[in-house]
């Protein structure tokens, strides 16, 4: 019941805002390229708390994920080793694809799994399904409500790009396997016309920035893809593009120095401990190595 009443709460929360969204789309689309960028990140951070508007230049080589995937230096990234096979025309379908064979073998049973190459993740997420690795430890999310979400999102996430393709109870998120091979051809399908928008017009502010969480540990930064921007990133990186207009999500931002007051290090879901290591884990997580060890590469 708890779950149900939730999965209700959230659909009228999503059907409000994506009534408020197509309304004033088309406006917010054209008033998007307006946005100043900014150069300095922090400023831009500080600009959006001040109530404006503000952008500025993501460097793509910084970017990572929640469950690990990033886009460091000369690591691996499945999304990305797809999109460099469909540029150079190595691969015109999912099956046989990386993508293809990342999905088939790399499979998470739990939210711990699901936190790729992290060793240090609290025993709770071991008990929990996969889509729960977004109870991070600066969330303050319960599992009903996050199985929920991932859910929501994912039905959405297809939806407004022209895939029907997930029933009600499905829930396959694209970070990996299994998914239904439906789903695999319409990730495989869509990096493809990322890549050739990218290449045809550049990239198009007026369908809205990228959109990234600041990570801060000390001097150092990384941005967590959030929502808008996956496949962007993904193709910017495939292409070499090293800057891409972003801008946050959250007027914030998640600094490790202020571990110990995140809502689940207070919660007891993580240590203090285990949150700082999650956070390093995310900064210097070496995909190339983690692929290697699995034979990917």
Not at 71 to 78: M, Q, T
Not at 192 to 201: D, H, I, N, P, T
Request: glycine share 8%.
């Amino acid at each position: 019941m708890h779950i149900a009443a939730t999965v209700r709460t959230l659909w009228a929360r999503l059907l409000k805002r994506i009534v408020r969204r197509s309304v004033s789309r088309a406006g917010r689309r054209a008033r998007s390229v307006e946005v100043p960028l900014i150069d300095d990140p922090i400023q831009c951070l500080y600009r959006i708390q001040g109530g404006a508007k503000g952008a500025f230049r993501l460097p793509v080589e910084s970017c990572t994920h929640q469950s690990g995937l990033n886009h460091y230096g000369s690591g691996w990234n499945p999304f990305v080793a797809t999109a460099r096979d469909v540029l150079f025309g190595r691969q015109s379908q999912f099956r046989g694809s990386v993508l293809d064979d990342y999905y088939q073998r790399f499979q998470p049973r739990s939210a711990e799994d699901a936190l790729m190459g992290f060793s240090m993740a609290p025993s709770a997420l071991a008990e929990l399904p996969p889509s729960c690795l977004f109870m991070s430890p600066w969330t303050a999310w319960s599992p009903a409500e996050v199985i929920a979400l991932a859910r929501l999102w994912s039905r959405m996430d297809h939806a407004e790009h022209g895939a029907s393709i997930l029933g009600a109870a499905t829930l396959a998120l694209k970070f990996f396997g299994p998914v239904p091979e439906a789903v695999g051809t319409f990730e495989f399908t869509r990096i493809g016309r990322v890549l050739l928008s990218f290449q045809a017009k550049g990239f198009d502010r007026s369908l809205g920035d990228v959109h990234v969480k600041l990570l801060k540990r000390g001097s150092e930064l990384r941005y967590l893809t959030d929502g808008g921007g996956f496949h962007r990133v993904i193709a910017a990186s495939a292409l070499g593009l090293q800057e891409l207009p972003a801008t946050f999500t959250q007027a914030y931002a998640i600094d490790v120095d202020a571990a110990a007051n995140w809502p689940h290090v207070r919660s007891g879901l993580w240590s203090e401990a285990e949150a700082r290591a999650y956070v390093d884990h995310l900064f210097d997580f070496d995909m190339r190595s983690w692929a290697a060890k699995r034979s990917f590469i």
